[in-house]
């Protein structure tokens, strides 16, 4: 089952933005955090940008900070992801993640085995 639907991949020019959605439909999702992976070829998957859906807490990377905010929409259920000033290294399919165990933490985790349900990734290619 497609319990995490993702969107809003696409192609950008340098400089350019793009928001990626994830609407997730698990039980419980309120007490989840919703957290924002990425995978470019020959790489390592690595944390992007996270948010505890019950208080807003987030968390970045180093190469999101300044650059990329994450939100969540109570009323429509969905999660986002705004990027700006994207770089051609930030080319990766990226995916939705969602930690049902957010609640036991203050903020949200970093860790890909931490996260136990997924999207099915979206493809953000930004062109030089």
């Known amino acids: 089952q497609v319990l995490l639907v993702e969107s809003g991949g696409g192609l950008v020019q340098d400089g350019g933005s793009l928001r990626l959605s994830c609407a997730p439909s698990t039980p419980n999702f309120s007490t989840f955090a919703m957290g924002w992976f990425r995978q470019a070829p020959g790489k390592e998957r690595e944390f992007v940008a996270a948010?505890?859906?019950?208080?807003?807490?987030?968390r970045f990377a180093d190469s999101a900070k300044g650059r990329f905010t994450i939100s969540r929409d109570n009323a429509k259920n969905t999660a986002y992801l705004q990027m700006s000033n994207l770089k051609p290294e930030d080319t990766a399919t990226y995916y939705c993640a969602a930690d049902s165990r957010a609640w036991m933490h203050l903020y949200p985790r970093l860790r890909s085995a931490e996260y136990d349900y997924w999207g099915q990734g979206t493809q953000v290619t930004v062109s030089s």
């Open positions: 948010i505890k859906w019950s208080d807003g807490s987030t």
